[in-house]
């Protein structure tokens, strides 16, 4: 016979080419007898690999549909703790939190998906003015989880996103976000205070201030555009200009 897994041609029990069985199997899904060259289960559809991964169930649902609700509930939970954690707290230095509260323990049945990832946002910017870049390393993983559960994606949330890959040790990710922001709006602020945002994490000082050059030659025609993605960051976003200008 030829074995299921390497092709090669076997006998007995195993593939004396890759150790393989070539007896009969168990579906690892439902417990339905498989045969050796069987590659997904006559009963329930699921991959005859015992890894259970891509093969469609009844009803349309990948056979690693549980670990894949198991891994967003962790994320919930884990976005539930860090904002459990978050009190309210001065903002940072040119910034503008866009979700603290301003008083007493965060009432999480108040908060919608947005808003608790916006919290996560404002407690690694603070981190971060701060000093506290321990602590910003820690909390943005479980920001852009957080933003990565969101339907749909605005350009200020993009920012935000962009601003915590920094954080997270991934300019790569701000220029990327950068980028998409930059597709609708090429004269976008975001943009231009990502990508140089993401030069300065490189140590690209060339780079950096090319995208300052940038910020400056959009900011008042941006500015007068009236977007309300502008509106929570305002004053940073003046506060920004003016540490380029007196640079």
Known sequence: MTCPTCGATASGKFCSNCGASLGARACSQCGASLSASAKFCHACGAAATGSGGGAPRPGGLPAATPWFVAGGTVVVLLVVLAVTQLRPAAP?????????????????????????????????????????????????????????????????????????????????????QADTIAQSIPTHLYASMLRAEAAR???????????????????????????????????????????????
Do not use: C
């Open 92 to 176: 940072a230095p040119g910034a503008a939190p866009v979700g603290a509260a301003t008083g007493g323990p965060v009432d999480l049945s108040q908060l919608s998906p947005r808003e608790a990832a916006d919290r996560l946002f404002d407690r690694v910017m603070i981190e971060r003015e701060s000093g506290k870049l321990d602590s910003a390393s820690f909390f943005a993983p479980m920001a852009l989880q957080a933003y990565g559960m969101l339907d749909n994606l605005d350009a200020d949330a993009r920012f935000h996103i962009g601003l915590l890959e920094v954080a997270a040790g991934n300019p790569d990710g701000a220029d990327a």
């Open 201 to 247: 994490a490189r140590g690209d000082s060339a780079a950096a201030k090319q995208a300052d050059a940038t910020y400056l030659r959009n900011y008042d025609a941006e500015t007068a555009a009236g977007r309300p993605e502008y509106e929570p960051h305002a004053s940073w976003l003046a506060s920004y200009r003016n540490s380029i200008t007196n640079k």
